[in-house]
Nanobody
């Protein structure tokens, strides 16, 4: 069974950092794009980042550029989202997703991703 399991969420003050991990099971993610999406209370799902070996570099939403970094540890079969300088608006449930080979131009379209994790809660509050 193909699954994605997120971990690393929690409560942090503004300006703090969190490190999220996504561990696939049932498949080797090496050849697939791995993306992070988030959903704030009362809002729709928003793309955060995407990484693929078939793209030159990861893609990021403008609101997180310079603060978030995504990377992959092929040996551990894990994708990581390092979140620094967190803001109140970063609060939400964070999901990792996979499906296409490349992130590409339309990396922020959730419909392209067929496999999703259950999500991990990130709360930024003072």
């Amino acid at each position: 069974q193909v699954q994605l399991v997120e971990s690393g969420g929690g409560l942090v003050e503004p300006g703090g950092s969190l490190r999220l991990s996504c561990l696939p099971s049932g498949f080797a993610f090496g050849g697939y794009a791995m993306a992070w999406f988030r959903q704030a209370p009362g809002k729709g799902r928003e793309a955060v980042s995407c990484i693929s070996i078939w793209d030159e570099s990861p893609s990021y939403a403008d609101v997180v550029k310079g603060r978030f970094t995504t990377s992959r540890d092929v040996a551990k079969n894990t994708t990581v989202l390092q979140m620094n300088n967190l803001e109140l608006e970063d609060t939400g449930v964070y999901f990792c997703a996979s499906g296409p080979l490349r992130c590409g131009q339309f990396w922020n379209q959730s419909g392209r991703f067929s496999t999703w994790g259950q999500g991990t809660q990130v709360t930024v509050a003072s």
